[in-house]
C-alpha cells in the first residue's frame, strides 16, 4: 500500500463545501453584528442628544425666569411688557443646538378651574360666572350656544365633586357606558389636554378653543391682565362682560392703552357702561401677572424636545409650578 494514497475528488469537493458554508455563516454573523453596532451607536448617541436638549431645555428655564423677574420687579404696581418680552420667539444658541423660546402671560386665558369653587370643605362646586364666561369665549369662537352648552356643562361635571350631571353635562355613567369606559376626575385639571375626554369636546372644537385656555393650579377666575393683554386676545376681556363689553369695544380699549398700562382695571374700564365696572367681576381684571408660560423648542443634532413650563412669580424666587414635554398636537 502506497504511503501518499491520491486524493480523493469527492472528499475535497466535501471539504471545500464546508468551507464555503462556514464562511458564509460568518459573514451573517459579523453583517448582524455591525448592523447591531451601528444601531447600539445611533441609540448611545440620540440619547446622549436627547439628555443635553433637555439640560438645554433646563437652562432656558432658568434664563427665562431670570428675565421675567426682571420685568415684574421693574415695577412693584403693575406689570407691563416694556422690553417686548412677551408673545414672541427669540433664539438661544447653544453650543450643540439651538433652543427657540417663547414666554406669555399665562393668566391671559380662561382657566378651566374656574368653572368650580372650593366651600370650607374643600369641595368643589359650580362657578356660575366662570361658566358663563366660558360660554361667552366658545360663542366668540363660533360655537352655537346648544353645542357650547354641552361642551361646558360636562368640563364642570368633569372637575366638580358631586356625582350629579348638570342640565347638559355628564358623570361617571355617561363614560362608563363607552367602548373604554372611565370616569370623571373630581378634582381640579392638570392640563388642558384633559378635556378631549369630556361629553361634547370634539377634535375640531378642541382645536379651535385650545390656544385661548389654560389650566391654572387654583380654582379661582382668569386673572386678565389688561396691561399685558394682546389686541390679538381682546375676546378674553370681552367674554368677562360680553353684554356690556362688545368684542369691539374691547379692541379699541386695548389698542388705546397707556404706554405705562393702567393703575388698576377700573381705569381701564373707565368709560364703559357708563363710568361703572361693565359687570367684570370684582377683582378678575387685574394690572400685575402672577403666572407665565413658557413654550419652547430645543434642537440638538437630530433631537428635538417641546417643552411647556408654567413659572410662577407669586415665589420669591421663580419657580416651575408645572411642565409638560411634547409637541403641540399633543397638547
Known amino acids: 500500500m502506497p504511503d501518499n494514497p491520491p486524493d480523493n475528488p469527492k472528499e475535497r469537493g466535501a471539504a471545500l463545501l464546508s468551507v ?8 451573517v454573523i459579523a453583517a448582524i453584528m455591525l448592523d447591531r453596532l451601528h444601531l447600539a451607536t445611533r441609540l448611545a448617541g440620540n440619547g446622549q442628544a436627547m439628555t443635553q ?13 431670570a428675565r421675567i423677574k426682571a420685568m415684574v420687579e421693574s415695577s412693584q404696581e403693575r406689570t407691563v ?11 438661544l444658541p447653544m453650543a450643540r443646538g439651538t433652543v427657540m423660546a417663547r414666554v406669555d402671560d ?17 369641595v368643589f362646586k359650580l362657578r356660575v360666572v366662570g361658566l358663563n364666561q366660558l360660554r361667552a369665549l366658545m360663542a366668540g369662537l363660533g360655537i352655537s350656544p346648544g353645542e357650547a352648552a354641552i361642551a361646558s356643562d360636562a368640563i364642570a361635571d368633569w372637575i366638580d365633586s358631586d356625582g350629579v350631571p348638570a342640565p347638559n353635562g355628564a358623570e361617571d355613567e355617561t363614560y362608563q357606558g363607552n367602548t373604554v369606559p372611565y370616569r370623571t376626575a373630581g378634582r381640579l385639571i392638570g392640563d388642558v389636554s384633559e378635556i378631549r375626554s369630556v361629553r361634547g369636546m370634539t377634535p375640531q372644537f378642541y382645536e379651535r378653543m385650545r390656544p385661548w385656555l389654560c389650566a391654572l393650579p387654583a380654582a379661582e377666575l382668569s386673572p386678565i391682565n389688561v396691561n399685558t393683554l394682546r389686541p390679538d386676545q381682546a375676546l378674553l376681556l370681552s367674554m368677562l362682560a360680553p353684554g356690556t363689553v362688545p368684542l369691539e369695544r374691547a379692541r379699541a380699549l ?10 388698576n382695571g377700573a381705569d381701564a374700564l373707565r368709560g364703559i357702561a357708563g363710568g361703572e365696572d361693565g359687570g367684570v367681576p370684582t377683582g378678575q381684571l387685574q394690572v400685575r401677572s402672577r403666572w407665565f408660560l413658557l413654550t419652547q423648542t430645543v434642537t440638538v443634532d437630530s433631537a428635538v424636545v417641546e417643552e411647556q413650563a408654567l413659572i410662577d ?13 411634547g409637541d403641540r398636537l399633543s397638547r
Open 254 to 263: 386695548l389698542a388705546a392703552r397707556p404706554a405705562l398700562g393702567w393703575a
Open 106 to 122: 399665562a393668566g391671559n386665558c380662561f382657566n378651566l378651574n374656574s368653572l368650580v369653587e372650593a366651600d370650607a370643605q374643600g
Open 53 to 65: 436638549a433637555r439640560l438645554y431645555a433646563t437652562s432656558a428655564e432658568t434664563l427665562a425666569m
Open 313 to 325: 412669580v407669586g415665589n420669591n424666587p421663580p419657580r416651575v409650578a408645572f411642565r409638560s414635554w
Open 81 to 91: 411688557d416694556r422690553g417686548g418680552l412677551l408673545g414672541r420667539e427669540f433664539p
Open 20 to 27: 464555503l458554508l462556514l464562511v458564509a455563516v460568518m459573514a
